[in-house]
Structures are given as C-alpha cells and as structure tokens.
C-alpha cells in the first residue's frame, strides 16, 4: 500500500508501526451547524481510506473527535467560539446545539455508508485529558501565561511549521495582524482560555489556570493520544488543517512526548463550487438533505466523490451529480439483472481475478479510486467475463465503494400476459388437473390465437409472446 504523505511531500510505501494494524485519527466534525458536502467530501475519502486498509489486510483503529468546544470563528485564536456564537444567536444552548448537529451529522453519514470509527469521542468529554496535556507542556517549559490565557510557545520547539513546509520567517514576514497582543510570537497558540472577550462561557470547567475552556488544537492531541497512543500511523483531515491546525497539534504533541508523533499525514482536496471553497462561514453551502430533497440519492454523492481523486480539487455541479447518478443507476441496473441470472462465484475465473488485481492495485496506490471505478466499468461491459464472476467481483469492490450492490434486489421477471390471459392459465391448470384434455388443448389454442404460447417448467406455467 502506497499513501502520499503531506509531511515528507511524497507518495510513500505504508509501513504500520506495528505489523498488520493501522491506528488512523481523523479530525471530526465542529458541529455549530449541518456538515457541508465538502466536509462529507473529506469523511468520505476517510472511510474509502479506512476500507482500502482493511482490503489490504490491516486492522484498522480509527478514532474521530467531535468539536463541541474551543474551536473558534477563526483559525488563528481569534473570533468567538463557534457553538458559543450559535448559540447566542439562536437561543439555544450550546448543548443542545451539540447534540442537534452531531446526530444530523450521524445520519449524513450513515446514508453515505461511511462506516462509524471504532472511537467517536468528544471534546467536552476529554477536558481532564486536555489539561493533564497542558501541565506536561507546562512542566516542560513549552508554555506562558498572559492576560489571563495559557499559550504554547513556539520558539520552544525547532521544527514548528515542518507539517506545512514553511520557514518560520517565511511565516512571520507574511503573518496576518497579530490580533491578541498577549502573543510574544505571533504564532504562538492558546492552550487554555480564562479571559474571554465574550464573557461568561457557557461552557467551562475549573483548571489550574483558571475557570475556562481549551483551544481546539490541543483536544486533538490529547484525545488521539489517549486512544492511539504517543505514536500511531495516520492522521487525516481537509487540507485546511495543515497549516494552522495540524501544525499546532504536532508542535504542542511533539514538544510533550519528545518523539514523532505521526508517521503518515493524508489530506483530502477542497470540494468547490462556483465561488471556490465550500464552507460554512461563508454561509452558502449545500447539505446532503439538500441534495435528497432534489431528489438524489445519498450515494449519488458518494459515487460523485468517488469519481474525483482525493488529493484533486473536486468542483460540485448539479450537472456533475446527474452524471454521477446516472453511473451508480447503470451499475444498480447491471447487479439486479445479473442477481436476476445467476448466484455470485465462489471461486473467480482467471479474467476476473486479473481485474480484481487491478481494481485493488489502484486503490492501494494512494487511493485512485478514479481508476479503479475505470477497472470496474471495463470489467463489467466485458463478455469474457460470466455474470457470476461480474457478481462476485463487484460485490467485492464494493467493500471499499459501499453503494449497498449487495442491497440491490434481484431484477424481477416482467409478467408476460393481462389478467385475461392468466384466467386461461389457471382454467387450463384445472382442466389438465381434472384430466380434461382437450378443454386444455381448447384453452393453449385460445391463448395462441391471443398471442401467447402457454409452457409447463418446473416452477409451473408461464406465457411466452408469439413474436
Ligand atoms: P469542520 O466541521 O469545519 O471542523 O470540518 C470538518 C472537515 O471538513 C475537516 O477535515 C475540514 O478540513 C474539511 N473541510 C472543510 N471544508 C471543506 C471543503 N470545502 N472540501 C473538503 N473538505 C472540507
Ligand atoms: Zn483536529
């Protein structure tokens, strides 16, 4: 298996920290609001990722984190916490906006068969775990306070910025306004809140340092840890994360244990639409109950993403989905006639397995599932290849595509002949019963001069059209 791996900036040969297991962190949902399809782009390429492991072999670990706290209105510290401002304009509480927004989230995902991680953990539930992180980084000399708020300095590390690939300098020159004048470097990070400019928080706990609530980078960290470990394979996201979020976790992660953290960093591409990035700030985004009340299935969209590399910006069009739709239709078609016809191989063919190695050779090499869905279509319009073989393979590829082929319910037999005909059928069955002959041979004649040929089979009578 081959992953392009963000920190190194090349496509690299997997090998697990400890062999056949993979332990995968990826970065959860902040759930102020619906998710966005661009955000279920993201989760998406996740699960293909977390399937595409287990086809080749691994057991996988994969932990996803909810944000319900700490994550603000912007990446750099600045802004109001998200919840915290829903909640303000909507009245709501921030719990019960948490609780909305994660099950809406629960449910795109299930209708997209993304398979739920092992661990679904949530910030507010690790508060202990965030702070015990803190006083290491604290007791290590990595952190100060100022006005009130705990910060992660970074001029305490030498690498800060590695994941991104930009020099400090490189950074400072080009750095926005420093907004928190508390920061000694503008980069530095907060690790612990106590001085809100909003206020009484309705969500904060007693610390150390004060009653207050921690920053979004450091739930990360301390929950990836607590699950997978001080050091563990992957650690995916959107490629937003990398040089703010992702570049803090390392630096606060790293700093605390002394060692390597991660060893593969998998991003997935930006979804857009017309005006560039979805997003939820921008306010103009589009749901997946959006997309069904359209009239679409869910996973129209997930074979949309699927047609898009996930390292390649994927750019949603109305127009996109309907090619899509009309893919997965022809594939859902294409099963249903085949279950129809025959029961799936147990052993495949030798034509077959060769497309099975190609299927999989494409997704273990940095997940090309553009390539592979260009395997599976040659595959089935191939007639070399027996239905039962076609049938096999395709609900093994599904594995990995998850567009529920093994839901698809067998092509039923159009009934040939009108309730008059049938009448005849059953009159005929009865005659033969009763050993009337030629009330029988009367009725054949009659059905053949209607246009229909009567046959006996073993599972009883049926009609054929006189062509
Ligand atoms: P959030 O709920 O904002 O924390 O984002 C959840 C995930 O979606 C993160 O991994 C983001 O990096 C990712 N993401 C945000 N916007 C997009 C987008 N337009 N396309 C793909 N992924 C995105
Ligand atoms: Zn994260």
């Given amino acids: 298996m081959k992953l392009y791996n963000t920190m190194d900036r090349k496509v690299e040969d997997f090998v697990p920290i400890e062999e056949g297991k993979v332990g995968m962190y990826c970065c959860g949902p902040t759930v102020y609001n619906y998710a966005h399809i661009g955000n279920l782009r993201t989760f998406i390429f996740e699960d293909v990722l977390h399937k ?18 700490g994550h603000l209105t912007g990446d750099g510290d600045d802004g109001e916490d998200k919840l915290g401002k829903r909640s303000r304009e909507t009245g709501k509480s921030v719990w019960d906006i948490a609780k909305f927004y994660t099950d809406a989230f629960f449910a795109d995902e299930k209708a997209l068969n993304i398979e739920r991680p092992q661990v679904v ?20 000399g990595h952190t100060y306070t100022a006005g009130g708020n705990v910060y992660f300095s970074i001029d305490t590390i030498d690498d800060y910025g590695k994941l991104a690939g930009q020099k400090q300098e ?6 926005r306004i420093v907004v928190d004048g508390n920061k000694r470097n503008p980069q530095d990070f907060v690790l612990w809140f106590t001085n809100s400019k909003f206020g009484e928080q309705a969500m904060m ?19 990836s840890m607590k699950y997978l470990g001080e050091h563990f394979d992957i650690h995916c996201g959107g490629i937003d994360a990398i040089p703010v979020h992702h570049t803090n976790e390392i630096a606060q992660s790293e700093a605390a244990t002394g060692k390597t953290w991660v060893n593969y960093w998998c991003h997935g591409e930006f979804l857009l639409n017309d005006k560039g990035k979805m997003s939820k700030s921008s306010g103009e985004f589009l749901t997946l109950p959006v997309l069904v009340s359209h009239g679409y299935d869910a996973l129209d969209y997930r074979y949309f993403c699927l047609t898009g590399h ?3 910006q994927l750019k949603f069009s109305y127009e996109a989905l309907d090619h899509a ?14 279950k129809a016809k025959t029961e799936p191989s147990e052993v495949l063919g030798e034509k077959a397995a060769e497309y099975k190695d190609k299927f999989f050779s494409s997704l273990f090499n940095d997940l090309r599932c553009p390539e592979a869905l260009a395997v599976m279509w040659k595959m089935v319009k191939d007639g070399s290849v027996s239905d039962a073989d076609k049938l096999a393979l395709l609900l093994k590829m599904d594995k990995v595509l998850s567009l529920s082929l093994d839901k698809v319910p067998a092509k039923k037999e159009e009934k040939v002949g009108g ?8 009159e005929r069955s009865m005659a033969k019963k009763n050993k009337d002959y030629a009330r029988a041979d009367q009725i054949r004649k009659e059905l053949e001069e209607r246009g229909y040929l009567v046959k006996d089979t073993p599972k009883g009578p049926i009609l054929e059209k006189i062509l």
């Fill in 52 to 69: 595409t492991l287990q086809e080749a072999g691994y057991s996988v670990k994969h932990v996803m984190n909810i944000t319900d706290v």
């Fill in 310 to 312: 996930y390292r390649t």
């Fill in 170 to 175: 490189d950074k400072l020159s080009g750095a």
């Fill in 205 to 223: 706990w007693d610390s150390p340092w004060g009653r207050g609530y921690p920053g979004w980078h450091i739930e990360c960290s301390a929950m």
């Fill in 325 to 338: 739709r009309s893919a997965r239709e022809r594939l859902v078609a294409a099963v249903s006639e085949m």
């Fill in 121 to 140: 953990c949530k910030a507010t539930d690790h508060i202990q775990d965030m702070i015990a992180l803190i006083q290491r980084l604290e007791e290590k």
């Fill in 419 to 426: 309730e008059e005909e049938w009448k005849l059928v059953e």
